[in-house]
Each structure stands twice: as C-alpha cells, then as structure tokens.
C-alpha cells in the first residue's frame, strides 16, 4: 500500500525511502512476537525519518502481533500523522493499547484516537493496520 501510495503521488516519499525506513523485528517461539515499524516512533515536529504526504503531512506507524500456533493476533499499534502548521487538528494518532498494558478502559479506551490533543481519547473500534493506513493516506 505505501508503494501504491508513492506511485500515485499520495506519498512524496519515494520507494528507496519508503524500503529504508520500514523494518520489522521477530522475537520468541511460541508466541512469536512480530513488530512492524516505519518512521519515528513519536512525532512531536522533531526532525527525523517519517513518511511524506503531498499535503504536507507527516506519518509514521508501529504495530505488533502474535502468533501462537494457528491463533494470531494484533495486540498493539500506534498511527501519527502530523499535519501541516496551522491545519486542525494538528495531529490524528490511531493508538491500541496492549491487553496487558495497565490502563483504566473508562479513561482510555483499549482502542482510541487522539484528534490532536493528547488528553483527548475518542474510542473506536479495532481497525487493521491496513484500514489505518488507507484512512490516514487517502481520507477518513
């Protein structure tokens, strides 16, 4: 999808860079742990590598998943885009927080975007990370 993306222009990051800053790593048997990033881990208008949009925005993104035998799972994710100055919201970040992470679901939903502001958690439904990435590249 990002090389889609670069192709038709939704992208300005050309596919070197896009092959570069995109990594995984593996850990562990059973489960198998698999993480999946691209770009800075945070953006908070710091320099850094991240994906460019014609728009001007900026994105980056991480997710991880399990696999245990035939049961495989999605247990986390985090997806920022940084819009241009002077857009609002300034920032969308799509954010799923582990099971295992210690948080109060009435404060923060397992499952939730931040419409550029960090306190404020709108909940939603879990979404695949490819229903993220063609919502935050193509429109919501």
């Known amino acids: 999808m990002l090389l889609d993306a670069s192709d038709d222009g939704t992208l300005t990051s050309p596919p070197h860079e896009i092959l570069r800053m995109l990594r995984h790593q593996r850990r562990g048997r059973n489960p198998e742990v698999v993480m999946v990033w691209c770009g800075e881990n945070f953006d908070d208008g ?16 991480s997710f991880t998943a399990e696999y245990a035998g035939q049961a495989r799972g999605l247990t986390s994710y985090r997806f920022h885009l ?8 300034a920032f969308l970040r ?47």
């Open 46 to 61: 710091q320099a850094g590598e991240f994906l460019r949009l014609s728009d001007g925005s900026r994105l980056s993104f």
């Open 82 to 89: 940084r819009r241009p100055a002077g857009s609002h919201p």
């Open 94 to 140: 799509f954010d799923l927080n582990s099971e295992r992470a210690a948080h109060e679901p009435l404060e923060e939903p397992r499952c939730h975007i931040h419409p550029g502001n960090d306190d404020i958690r709108i909940q939603c439904p879990i979404l695949s990370p490819a229903e993220i990435l063609h919502k935050l590249l193509y429109g919501l």
